[in-house]
């Protein structure tokens, strides 16, 4: 089974800071890899989808990149209404989640 | 506008069984594939099983093969699974999901359900 290993588990960051969240695959995925934002008590909204592709309706300041086993989630400017924990996914396989939190 | 919803969640003794729907409208629920996804209280994501847009192909996860099933009712634009012998670590809010993509699943979650919240315990 593929593992996905989510890189940190949690930050704190101010209102207009640039965000990186990374996701390391423990084999090659081809790009087949998508980031959710989950805020408390709500489903998860999915954000990106084969790596670099934004959903329809996501702000363009979420975007993501990589190749292979290394993927990176990029908010470029973190925004009141991004704070949430944020997840990547693989097929069967999510990584552990990473948590926004306010500085 | 797409909407997932979700029910037959409740407290269930270890051992027992519990069959969970989700009544899907907004979309031609035949032409997609429908997965459940669980969350166990203060954790992640886990993914449980999917079911092609046919019914013709499902899988799951090795936590729950044996003891879960995935349907659908095409007709009735509605998914279900059935879980038996449920135990303490099934604990966890289940929520529906379709595919993104048309036909065969892509496993990427664009619409979900609000969730429903199973508690196995006695």
């Known amino acids: 089974d593929i593992q996905m290993t989510q890189s940190p588990s949690s930050l704190s960051a101010s209102v207009g800071d640039r965000v990186t969240i990374t996701c390391r695959a423990s084999q090659d995925i081809s790009n087949s890899l998508a980031w959710y934002q989950q805020k408390p008590g709500k489903a998860p909204k999915l954000l990106l989808y084969?790596?670099?592709r934004l959903e329809s309706g996501v702000p363009s300041r979420f975007s993501g990149s990589g190749s292979g086993t290394d993927y990176t989630l990029t908010i470029s400017s973190l925004q009141p209404e991004d704070f949430a924990t944020y997840y990547c996914h693989h097929l069967d396989t999510f990584g552990q989640g990473t948590k926004v939190e306010i500085k | 506008q797409v909407q997932l919803v979700e029910s037959g969640g409740g407290v269930v003794q270890p051992g027992r069984s519990l069959r969970l729907s989700c009544a899907t409208s907004?979309?031609?629920?035949?032409?997609?594939?429908m997965h459940w996804v669980r969350q166990a209280p203060g954790k992640g994501l886990e993914w449980v099983a999917v079911i092609w847009y046919d019914g013709s192909t499902d899988y799951y996860a090795d936590s729950v093969k044996g003891r879960f099933t995935i349907s659908r009712d095409n007709s009735k634009n509605t998914l279900y699974l059935q879980m038996n012998s449920l135990r303490a670590d099934d604990t966890a809010v289940y929520y529906c999901?379709?595919?993104?993509?048309?036909?065969?699943?892509?496993?990427?979650?664009?619409?979900w359900g609000q969730g429903t919240l199973v508690t196995v315990s006695s």
């Open positions: 084969a790596a670099s």
């Open positions: 999901a379709r595919d993104r993509e048309r036909l065969s699943p892509r496993y990427y979650f664009g619409f």
């Open positions: 907004g979309f031609m629920f035949s032409n997609y594939g």
